[in-house]
């Protein structure tokens, strides 16, 4: 029994360690994810276990052995790091709040108390009057060119529109997964909202996953009253190859080179809010990481090994599609991402501020890492209440354009 407690507090302090400090380096950054990751938005849920593992081993045998003693202080130890954990979750909502107010915007929900209800039920993802429409085409070919639509069932007319683009290094992933809480909290809020999926690598190569992407668009601006929706206001959202994906969405609007044989339809979005992205297909941020992302396996499956380097990478990569007319962009990382460093998002805002007229809001979370959107947790809901202010501010037209200059990217 002794044995099995330290074994489990071994285990527990490792991965709060992590969370807290991800282990560096590109071998160890998809276990540093996995482990940070669920840690990181699950730590009340890890911590109440702790608290309940460490009283019934008290209770039970007490502190009598060198075992118990080590893990009661690796359980101690463990604890007060998911409280830390816990404590930097929570300051989500003002880092968010921070960054929308530089762009003039107000964030209603700044200050309220945290709905813990919601974070204690992580993977609840129903809302009263909003209704799923699954598996609809937009596109020939299969369940990769399925959306599904998310509505309230009072939806007013010509109601805002939201597009997500899931993740998954553009080899994996699924609408059914990805940015549910957001999409169930603006479609409660009166907004016609849609998940897609796109081909994946590595039978899908670039740039087949974007021209889905923009028929995805051009189907949801046809069938926008279909629901309620105004076919002329329609933002794009995403994480990780999802937030390139809406990047790139966002930059590179009516490019006929990427609407084949539909090139007259509009695909210019409103509003962009990229979470986790990746930016950088070159090389250009001069990123050790991104280097290295670029050198590995995971690229070759994406552009096949015919493409051109640097040209195809170069016309992926969003630092090279920055333009004066982009949308307003609310740009999303966290400090402790293993998968995608945060110097990579600080170099996109800046470089892209410089360049558009307008806004560009960027939100640096301290601690988040990867994916840390996917379910309810304690940052993700209030993350979700930020986006959906920048979403309704650009709605209604009063976004600023205030900014300050992001940290060293260079990091």
Known sequence: MSQGFLVRQVLNAALTANALRPVPGMPASVAAFFAGWLTSELAPQQLGATVVDAAVHVARRGARTPADRVGLALAAASAAGLTANIVASRRAGSEVSAALAEIGVDDPGAGRPLDWRSAARPFQMRRSGVRRVRNLEYAPG?????VDVYHHR??????PMLLQIHGGGWVVGSKDHQGLPLMVEMAARGWVCAAV???LSPRAKWPAHLVAIKRA???MRENATRFGGDPGFLTVTGGSAGGHLAAMVALTANDPALQPGFEEVDTAVQACVPFYGAYDFTGESEIKAVRQRIESGLTEMIFGKDATVPDDYLAASPLAKLRADAPPFLVIHGTNDTLIPVAEARVFVERLRAVSANPVAYAELRGAQHAFDI??????DQVTRGVAAFLEAVRAGTVG???????????
């Open 142 to 146: 299969g369940k990769r060119f399925w």
């Open 154 to 159: 009072d939806t007013p007319p010509n109601a």
């Open 197 to 199: 999926n796109y081909p």
């Open 217 to 219: 668009v051009g189907w």
């Open 375 to 380: 379910f309810h947790s304690i940052r993700s």
């Open 401 to 411: 354009a205030a900014v300050r200059p992001v940290s060293d990217p260079a990091e």
